[in-house]
């Protein structure tokens, strides 16, 4: 379980990340305007990683029994095309 989850202004290339020592997870701000799934996910998939510290076939399994896990990270795969093509142009 965490022992805190905060918002982060200056993460700017990570949804989330966590540190498995003191149990803290920070959340990206750019996910406040995104759908409650969405947010959902990523806190679920930074919790997972205060048990699991990489993306193994343990981690992967505990991820999969996330609800809308595809639809969340289509979502986001999707608002990172979009910042991308922006920022090309």
Known sequence: RPTSVTWSHVMKERWG???SVDGTIRI??????MPAYVLDFVLYHEAIHLRYGDHGPAFQ???ARFPQAERAEAF???FE???A???RV
Do not use: N, V
């Not at 990206?28 to 305007?33: I, K, P, V």
């Open 17 to 19: 990340s966590c540190t």
């Open 28 to 33: 990206s701000a750019r996910l406040e305007t």
């Open 61 to 63: 399994e505990a991820l």
């Open 76 to 78: 986001l795969e999707g």
């Open 81 to 83: 095309a979009a910042e």
């Open 85 to 87: 093509a922006q920022k």
